[in-house]
């Protein structure tokens, strides 16, 4: 063993800097949490290349005096703390003192910093924890950060950092969250020279929802208010007709502090239920205070966690307030809960709508589709002569409609409205209404797409979408994909995007909604650049979405549907692996009524 020996200094300040410092996104964190601390009106972040080239922090806060700024770059050095009992009642979103001299230490960090009362600035730098220079210089109010060539020294830490693309959304996302806990602070987030996010500073949390997430959630919020105890609640939460496919529109903010929490989540989710569909999550932005004797915020280095000493109050203060707003929202306007998109259609129109939508495609509108509109980038390049494909569909259905196998397909009825009983070459299948759905536009889709021969439908009027940054981030990473899916989507300024074209045979639930449940849901491993995983990823959603709505078959319907899944290679499995179908032989009834042993 080689002997024991304290460690020097840069290495005790990497080893501490790895413990908040990850990526760029937490530089951005720590920096603009201090700029807020400061009492900033404006920040404005400004980042190159995903943040590890430059990243920018500029505050007009109340900056640091001459004779202090060596000193804030000391671990363990901070304002916002004199003794270890002042911990339990924190009203910064500081008070580790670590983050400056974390950052300095792994880049090569510049301030410049003045006070209103100061002449002049004062610019230090400091490049892998080591001092470059201390002088004055002019500048206005406030406090500037640059931080430059993240990570130079710590390679093992450059390695894990993603592409540039993927840092700059995971930054987009953390300013979306500081502006939507401060919307006193008017914010400014650039990438790349490019203007991705601003907020005005007016203080109205609706003009920063509208900012982040557009016209759409903004107009179904139902301002939330409630207080219990030390808890008190105010904000917005969305109508449930806003349904998100996972939690990350689950926002909420604790004494000015963007968090995540399992406890609140539940009660978030627990005043919603029974208004939303199964695995389906609320839209929110609740903006909870908490004496801070009750609340312990140094629990995670990142400080992205808390505690609470009494838990339940605060999940039944914030499952009261979201129960309240919604009963009350309906009290008030009982025709709002009406809203949902709802297809009313007759059992006849619906089932011509189906038969249309199982004929061979050939005969739609594929050609004229791709005449008139263009440039689709679906052009059925190099497949087989289209009679010969036509054919081959009908001989297909011809085996499975032919009489012979008619006969030995009886349908019996629906049970609990999901799952259809038919009697089938001496077995009782039992078959899942929705999975079934979802497999044979799987299958439809994949056949398609392998012939490339994907058929798309036009959108009149075209529909805006407004993108969060994780969404840009996918649509960025997957565009061509998308494409092959059959969607027609172009960049429409403003973190929006136009959609006008969407896959054919999935257009029974509007646009947006299905490219929204296909951003929120698909699995995408971005690292890997894979088109048909993919479209995999967006075909197998898609369809998911698209049976979701749990129509209502009849029993001539259901036929068409199990006729065209027994077709199928693998009629048994839905695309997710889950089973399409259940069987009984006759045998095991049999043995069941002891009829055989
Ligand atoms: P902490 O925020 O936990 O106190 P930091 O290392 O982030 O620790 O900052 C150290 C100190 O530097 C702070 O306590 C604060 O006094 C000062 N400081 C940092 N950034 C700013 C800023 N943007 N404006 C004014 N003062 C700042
Ligand atoms: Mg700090």
Redesign the pocket.
């Known amino acids: 063993m080689p002997e024991i020996r304290q460690l020097s200094k840069e290495t005790i300040d990497r080893i501490a800097a790895g413990e908040c410092i990850e990526r760029p996104a937490a530089v951005v964190k720590?920096?603009v949490?201090?700029?807020i601390?400061?009492g900033?009106h404006a920040v404005t972040v400004e980042i190159r290349e995903g943040g590890s080239a430059m990243l920018r922090?500029t505050?007009d806060?109340?900056?640091?005096a001459p004779d202090?700024v060596r000193?804030?770059?000391l671990p363990h050095?901070?304002?916002?703390?004199t003794q270890a009992e002042d911990l339990s009642h924190i009203l910064?979103?500081?008070?580790?003192?670590?983050?400056?001299?974390?950052?300095a230490a792994v880049s090569k960090t510049e301030?410049i910093?003045k006070r209103a009362e100061d002449a002049a600035a004062t610019r230090y730098t400091v490049w892998g924890g080591a001092e470059q220079s201390l002088e004055e210089v002019g500048a206005p109010d406030?406090?500037t950060?640059i931080v430059r060539d993240l990570f130079y020294n710590t390679p093992a830490r450059l390695k894990f950092l993603r592409t540039s693309m993927t840092e700059a959304a995971h930054i987009g996302s953390l300013m979306e969250m500081m502006a939507l806990s401060h919307p006193e602070i008017a914010f400014q987030f650039l990438s790349g020279g490019q203007a991705k996010l601003m907020t005005n500073g007016s203080g109205s949390l609706r003009d920063v929802i509208y900012a982040v997430y557009g016209r759409s959630v903004t107009s179904e919020l139902l301002p939330a208010e409630g207080e219990e105890g030390a808890v008190r609640i105010s904000g917005f939460i969305a109508k449930p007709s806003v349904m998100r496919s996972n939690r990350q529109f689950e926002n909420y903010f604790i004494n000015g502090r963007y968090v995540k929490n399992a406890v609140i989540s539940r009660a978030v989710e627990e005043g919603y239920s029974g208004r939303l569909m199964q695995r389906s999550y609320p839209f929110t932005c609740l903006v909870i205070s908490i004496d801070p004797e009750e609340i312990d915020v140094n629990v995670h280095p990142a400080k992205m966690e808390v505690r609470f000493s009494d838990e339940q109050a605060v999940y039944r203060a914030v499952r009261a307030a979201v129960r309240r707003t919604l009963d009350q929202s309906v009290m008030i306007v009982p025709a709002e809960m009406d809203e949902r998109p709802r297809r009313v259609t007759t059992a006849q129109e619906r089932k011509e709508a189906y038969r249309e939508a199982a004929e061979p495609f050939e005969k739609q509108y594929k050609s004229s589709l791709v005449k008139e509109e263009g440039s689709y980038g679906i052009t059925p390049s190099g497949t087989p002569s289209l009679p010969a494909r036509a054919e081959i569909r009908e001989a297909e259905q011809l085996t499975f409609l032919s009489p012979e196998e008619k006969d030995r397909r009886r349908i019996i009825g629906q049970a609990f409205g999901t799952y259809w009983l038919c009697e089938y070459r001496g077995e009782l299948l039992v078959i899942d209404q929705h999975a079934a759905h979802e497999k044979v536009l799987y299958e439809r889709f994949m056949k398609q797409y392998a012939a490339s021969e994907i058929i798309s439908q036009p959108l009149r009027p075209a529909v805006i979408f407004t993108a969060s940054s994780r969404e840009e981030e996918v649509l960025a990473a997957c565009g061509e994909a998308f494409t092959a899916f059959g969607f027609m989507i172009e960049p429409f300024g403003e973190r929006t995007y136009k959609i006008s074209a969407v896959p054919y045979n999935f257009g029974n639930i509007p646009a947006e909604r299905l490219l929204r449940e296909i951003l929120d849901r698909a699995e995408f491993d971005l690292s890997k650049k894979e088109l048909p995983a993919y479209v995999h990823a967006i075909a197998t959603e898609a369809c998911k979405a698209a049976v979701k709505g749990g129509d209502v078959l009849d029993p001539s319907e259901a036929e068409t549907l199990i006729g065209e899944l027994m077709t199928l290679d693998d009629p048994w499995h839905c695309p997710h692996g889950r089973p399409t179908v259940i069987r009984f032989t006759k045998q095991e009834f049999e043995k069941k009524f002891k009829r055989i042993v």
């Open positions: 720590e920096l949490e201090n700029a601390d400061a900033a922090v505050d806060g109340c900056g640091i202090e000193c804030a770059f050095a901070t304002s916002k703390l910064t979103l500081g008070f580790r003192g670590e983050a400056l001299s974390s950052i301030m910093t406030g406090t950060v």
